[in-house]
């Protein structure tokens, strides 16, 4: 059986109009079979971002905007969002919007922080608006030109101290302490290098002598030593208190010497006279002693 030419223009009338809505669908990043799972995002402003656009966690595309629709009660607007059912948005999830450098807004999701807690499917999430680069500078410009007067001052006195002398001689100053510096570390690393070495060395060997002298100290009798350095300090108290007390008394020879006057001339007449004597032995030998070759003569 022949078709018609009729029935053959209507399908292919109906095949490309399949044909353009599948591609209508295909180029709005839409799924034409999908088993994704829809959220609702009420917003006061999108940015002009269109359907098929991407909504991301974390930098990670979880699903696209199936559709936006105003709101005439709230004056606000609402955004459908299809996300892969595997992913789960936790409550206290918030949406906000970010724009691409040369390129179309999305939304992104702020996930909440109980990830037990999940939203489901057809619920509502807050969504906060996009600040853009444009709204962020306008919105600094006040403040900019509110701390433009302190930049100049700023300015001005960073000129003033920069075309004064004393800076210039502040300088020059730092930079010969700088070289003086270099100097002495390179001084310092030589001793470290070389005296300290070796004066490391004979320290050692100090303390190694000191060490052996300390264990000769050890064995000395340093107990016997002091127990004979008492015995002979009291012999010697002993003596002494022995010869005060012969030179105090009467009865001995000493105090006797000591103490009687008669007995001190007696002495100092004595050897008056034998220095005397003496004296002329030495003037007139011959009146003491004669040696004759022929014998003795009278006198």
Avoid: W
């Avoid at 936006?68 to 948005?89: A, G, H, M, Y």
């Avoid at 969504?127 to 701390?147: F, H």
């Avoid at 960073?158 to 302490?177: E, G, K, V």
């Avoid at 070495?197 to 303390?207: E, R, S, V």
């Amino acid at each position: 059986m022949k078709l018609s030419k009729e029935i053959k223009i209507a399908l292919v009338a109906v095949l490309v109009i399949c044909i353009v809505y599948v591609g209508i669908i295909f180029l709005k990043g839409l799924k034409l079979f999908s088993n994704d799972v829809s959220y609702y995002v009420e917003m006061t402003d999108v940015q002009g971002m269109p359907t098929a656009s991407d909504v991301r966690a974390n930098g990670l595309k979880v699903g696209s905007v199936k559709s936006i629709t105003f709101n005439p009660d709230k004056q606000n607007l609402t955004v459908e969002i299809s996300v892969d059912p595997q992913f789960r948005i936790p409550q206290g999830t918030t949406v906000f919007m970010t724009k691409e450098m040369l390129g179309s807004a999305m939304m992104n999701l702020k996930l909440g922080a109980d990830p037990t807690a999940i939203l489901s499917p057809g619920d509502t999430i807050n969504g906060t608006p996009m600040v853009d680069l444009m709204t962020a500078a306008g919105n600094m410009i006040p403040q900019v030109e509110k701390m433009l007067p302190k930049v100049d001052s700023i300015l001005t006195a960073l000129n003033t101290l920069t075309n004064d002398p004393a800076l210039s001689a502040s300088m020059h100053n730092m930079a010969f302490i700088t070289e003086e510096l270099k100097t002495t570390t390179t001084q310092l690393n030589g001793l470290l290098g070389k005296d300290v070495p070796q004066l490391m060395a004979k320290t050692n060997n100090i303390c190694t002598h000191l060490e052996s002298t300390t264990s000769k100290i050890d064995q000395i009798d340093l107990i016997g030593m002091a127990q004979k350095t008492d015995t002979m300090l009291f012999n010697l108290q002993d003596m002494t208190f022995r010869l005060n007390t012969a030179m105090n008394s009467k009865e001995t020879s000493i105090g006797m010497l000591m103490n009687d006057n008669a007995i001190a001339l007696h002495l100092d007449s004595t050897l008056m006279n034998s220095s005397r004597l003496l004296e002329d032995l030495r003037l007139h030998p011959k009146r003491y002693v004669h040696f004759s070759l022929f014998g003795k003569k009278d006198k």
